[in-house]
């Protein structure tokens, strides 16, 4: 291959990468025509999961995802982390441009880690009705920043996810 092939070959992968997009898992289906909000339902468990589209999406994000159960809904925060180097967070807090704050403390063995690519650490939080209040009332500010932390931290602006996530939040499983 010559030198003016290898780099249009380049330049084209790098200009077409943008036009890919991440793919709807085919076991979730919308709940209804236009609907942002996904469910799969577990027969095993018995369960059925709501997830909104723009999670199913992007990974790296925080999210808000509902599991109905018979008659129980319960409401679920996730906090991801992806980088370099660990931070071993043990706090999530929020804080809004009202003063409004919210504190999640997490014990660091309920969290999931992956050193594959980078490294990455998760949690998965079972929400309390006050809990998933106060976040209603915390993301429905103009300006939200979440601080995971431990030993080290990481800031994130909650921008693109505050939808989402106010939307699952407020979402009743039917």
Not at 96 to 111: A, H, I, P, Q, W
Not at 133 to 147: E, W
Request: glycine residues 4%; proline residues 3%; contains cysteine.
């Amino acid at each position: 291959m010559n030198y003016k092939t290898m780099i249009f070959t380049a330049l084209s992968m790098v200009m077409f990468s943008g036009c890919i997009q991440p793919k709807i898992p085919d076991n979730y289906k919308a709940i209804a025509p236009q609907s942002k909000i996904y469910k799969t339902y577990d027969k095993f468990k018995d369960t059925t999961f709501y997830r909104h589209e723009y999670s199913l999406k992007n990974y790296n994000i925080p999210e808000v995802y509902v599991v109905k159960d018979q008659d129980k809904i319960g409401y679920r925060f996730v906090a991801r982390y992806a980088g370099e180097d660990w931070i071993f967070f043990t706090k999530i807090y929020f804080v809004n441009d009202e003063g409004d704050r919210l504190l999640f403390t997490v014990k660091s063995y309920n969290k999931k880690t992956d050193i594959s690519y980078g490294v990455k650490e998760s949690i998965d939080i079972l929400l309390s009705e006050q809990q998933r209040k106060q976040l209603i009332k915390v993301l429905s500010s103009s300006d939200v920043t979440m601080r995971l932390e431990g030993k080290y931290y990481k800031e994130y602006k909650i921008i693109n996810t505050k939808q989402p996530m106010l939307e699952m939040l407020r979402y009743e499983g039917k």
